[in-house]
């Protein structure tokens, strides 16, 4: 079990360029989630997948956002024309689960800036 | 909605002392309910849980007892050590009332510094 993983870690961009994230769930996890914590807050959902679908997103989530987990597996978050508010920590994690409320694993984490 | 409140930090403790984060809940439903754990330079890390009235989870000498009459899951350690020191989040998974809610909702989070 190598955990979650996330990459990039860190990523810079300037204003109204596109950025995408990737997140590896551990393995036999059929849950994965996305949320943000920007400073000084705890993490704020933004979406969660189970397998492939796309079962809930938040209203935090605006139509700049989309996200993917194709065959249920890895999983990418794409923000177009970034903004400056954009500016966060992105936070993958994954869980096991038929039903019970059982316990999210999170990755490291990618922190974005918008310049 | 579902919120959670946790006391505001930074809290700072001499090594060995007693420390008591508190932590209490809204849910619409009969949520579950963690602690997470973030050191510096690292990702959230799950510390201990709890799924039902007066169950107590605990891990690393950490304790908390989900009280349903209070709505509360306060975190404690009887002796605190350098390595404690991290920020620590509290937060519930809640079926809600509008069937599968699994998202999770943190508190803003308490940083713990521990001196030597």
């Known amino acids: 079990d190598t955990g979650v993983s996330q990459d990039p870690r860190h990523k810079i961009t300037k204003r109204g360029q596109n950025v995408t994230f990737r997140c590896d769930p551990i393995s036999e996890h059929n849950r994965l989630y996305w949320y943000r914590q920007t400073l000084g807050q705890g993490p704020e959902f933004l979406t969660y997948f189970q397998n492939e679908a796309q079962l809930e997103k938040s209203r935090l989530l605006s139509d700049r956002f989309s996200a993917e987990r194709p065959k249920g597996s890895f999983s990418t978050l794409e923000i177009q024309r970034t903004e400056q508010g954009d500016s966060a920590m992105y936070l993958c994690a994954s869980s096991w689960g038929q039903g019970s409320l059982e316990a999210q694993y999170f990755g490291p984490g990618t922190r974005l800036l918008v310049l | 909605g579902n919120s959670v409140t946790q006391m505001e930090g930074p809290v700072t403790l001499s090594e060995e002392a007693f420390l008591t984060i508190n932590c209490t809940y809204t849910?619409?439903?009969?949520?579950?309910l963690f602690w997470y754990v973030q050191y510096p330079g690292e990702g959230l890390q799950l510390l201990l849980k709890a799924t039902k009235a007066d169950d107590k989870g605990s891990n690393k000498g950490f304790e908390a007892t989900y009280r349903k009459e209070t709505t509360s899951f306060h975190l404690e350690k009887g002796s605190v050590q350098v390595s404690d020191s991290a920020v620590y989040f509290c937060a519930l998974s809640d079926w809600g009332s509008g069937g599968s809610n699994y998202k999770l909702t943190f508190g803003k989070g308490t940083l713990l510094t521990v001196n030597p």
């Open positions: 849910a619409t439903g009969y949520p579950s």
